[in-house]
Structures are given as structure tokens and as C-alpha cells.
């Protein structure tokens, strides 16, 4: 099926410091999505995104926490400063549609900070 | 808000038995109702899903129909195997919003 792609497939970072984490989604999806998933627990949607702009965005997206896809390359979340309670992994997603379509996923980026 | 719920948080089972994992859903209108399947270390997959009254979704001998009249959305499959082990999360793509929202899970154990 189709493929998203996460780099980096995990990083280890020191808290205050900066991270991106980037998405390289299915060439002709337009929506993009970022979900955030601590060690066995469930799915938490973070944001999603559509031409050039945030359409929602939940608590867990604090201030510190930032998207953007700057020319159709990557779609990346940028945390900064991170926190402790950032160490999760996070899903990137894209659809063709709105959230009446399929989401495909990628294999998340694991992000400890230490 | 829309939500979905799960009742199941683990579920262990026999090869060859019958499954069942419920999802029941909140929202207005009529949202899109999506099963997925999350393996270890691995992004959640598309199983399947269903856009109205009555639809049933299938795939890889999973199925479950679209049930507006008790806001259900029921996972089911006649006979499992050791390879269906795995996180099976039910979503609701809401039509008022843009997000798509995850059940808590339900992790499936099945012992050969």
C-alpha cells in the first residue's frame, strides 16, 4: 500500500533542546496529520494540516510544539524547547481527503529525552 | 467531542477461535468508522472501514458493520490465528471536524 516515510526512526535528545521530526507522505495527499503515542498506551491526535495551514489542533500540541511543510517537501513537527513528558512516538499520517478518508501511516519516530 | 470507546483492553484467545472486540462511537451526523491494526514497532495499519447505515467492512477475514441504530462498529472474525495478534484500535473520522479519533485499543493475544 501506499508508504510514509518518518526520519529519524528514533533520536535521544537532552531536555531544552530542539528536535525535528520529519514526514515524507504520500505524493498526492493533501492532509497531513501528526499523532503522539507513549509506550503502550493509545493513539493521541496532535494536529493535522492542509495547505499550508493548521485546521485543528488538540491540548497535547503546546506552544513549544510546531508544524510546517515549507515547499511540498518534508511535513515536520518541530518541538522546542522538548520536556521529559515529550518522550513518545510519533506518527505522521497523510490522506487524499479530509477525515472522511483513510489515514495511511508511518512507522513513528521514537523520541526519548533525557 | 466525538469519541470512540473500547471496552476491550486485552483480549486472549485460542487459534481458531471466534473474535469479538466492540467499539461503540459519539459524534453527529454520520462519521466514517475505521478499524486498524497496529503490530509491534510499527506505525498503525488500514484494516478496513465503513461510511454509512448498514455498510459492513471486510478485510483479511475481519468484518463489521456499520450500526447507527446502537452507535456500534463490533470487530469480527470467525476464526483467528496466532498471526492476528496485534493492537486493533478503532477511529471515527468525524465529518465536522478534520481529525481523526483513536478507541484506547484492544490488544489481541492469540495462543497457538
Known amino acids: 500500500g501506499p508508504k510514509v516515510l518518518q526520519i529519524p526512526s528514533h533520536q535521544i535528545i537532552d531536555m531544552g533542546q530542539m528536535v525535528t521530526l520529519n514526514c515524507d507522505p504520500v505524493?498526492?495527499?493533501?492532509?497531513f496529520y501528526w499523532y503522539k503515542q507513549i509506550l503502550g498506551q493509545q493513539m493521541e491526535f496532535l494536529v493535522n494540516?492542509?495547505?499550508?495551514?493548521?485546521?485543528?489542533k488538540s491540548k497535547l500540541f503546546k506552544d513549544q510544539f510546531s508544524v510546517e511543510r515549507p515547499d511540498g517537501s518534508y511535513f515536520t513537527l518541530k518541538i522546542q524547547p522538548t520536556a521529559l513528558e515529550d518522550s513518545a512516538v510519533y506518527f505522521c499520517?497523510?490522506?487524499?481527503?479530509?477525515?472522511?478518508?483513510?489515514?495511511?501511516f508511518g512507522e513513528g519516530s521514537r523520541l526519548i529525552v533525557v | 467531542g466525538d469519541s470512540v470507546t473500547q471496552t476491550e483492553g486485552q483480549v486472549a484467545l485460542s487459534e481458531e477461535d471466534f473474535l469479538t472486540i466492540h467499539c461503540n462511537y459519539s459524534?453527529?451526523?454520520?462519521?466514517?468508522l475505521f478499524w486498524y491494526v497496529q503490530y509491534p514497532g510499527e506505525g498503525p495499519q488500514f484494516l478496513f472501514r465503513?461510511?454509512?447505515?448498514?455498510e459492513k467492512g471486510s478485510s483479511r477475514g475481519f468484518e463489521a458493520t456499520y450500526d447507527k441504530g446502537t452507535t456500534s462498529f463490533h470487530l469480527r472474525k470467525a476464526s483467528v490465528q496466532e498471526s492476528d495478534s496485534a493492537v486493533y484500535y478503532c477511529?471515527?473520522?468525524?465529518?465536522?471536524?478534520?481529525?481523526?479519533?483513536f478507541g484506547t485499543g484492544t490488544r489481541l493475544q492469540v495462543l497457538p
Open positions: 477511529a471515527l473520522g468525524s465529518s465536522n471536524t478534520n481529525k481523526v479519533v
Open positions: 499520517a497523510s490522506s487524499s481527503d479530509s477525515s472522511g478518508n483513510t489515514l495511511y
Open positions: 459524534a453527529s451526523g454520520y462519521p466514517a
Open positions: 494540516f492542509y495547505n499550508g495551514k493548521v485546521m485543528e
Open positions: 465503513a461510511s454509512r447505515d448498514k
Open positions: 505524493s498526492n495527499h493533501l492532509y
